[in-house]
């Protein structure tokens, strides 16, 4: 008698499940590395957004030299940063460097962002 059966064997299904398994792993894996990452841009470009903003409201005052190491807080997108103004000589007596730097927590060591402009002194 013949034994005409069609069909996988039990290896080749198990084999056949355990590609799928790894390929499902690692596609999950990815989506979950591209969840945290997409949080983290998220905080950078609002951290950037503050940024400028308070550089260009820097720049706006006429006081010279510029205030150094001025703290504050401002909302953006529903959450509260914490911004520093670092002022830092140049070579230049009439120029100034401004750094920017933010933060999501005041006593955070690392600043999320930082942003750099020069000015200058205005002659009246």
Partial sequence: ????????????????????????????????????????????????WVASNQLVSTTLEVKWPPKNNLKGEVELAGRAWFWQQKVIKTTDKDMRAIVMEIRLKEDDELAISSLTTFVSKVEK
Avoid: D, P, Y
């Fill in 1 to 48: 008698m013949m034994n005409n059966t069609k069909g996988f064997t039990l290896i080749e299904v198990m084999l056949a499940m355990a590609v799928f398994s790894i390929a499902g792993l690692a596609l999950l894996g990815t989506a979950s590395n591209n969840a945290r990452n997409i949080g983290h841009l998220e905080k950078k470009m609002f951290a950037n």
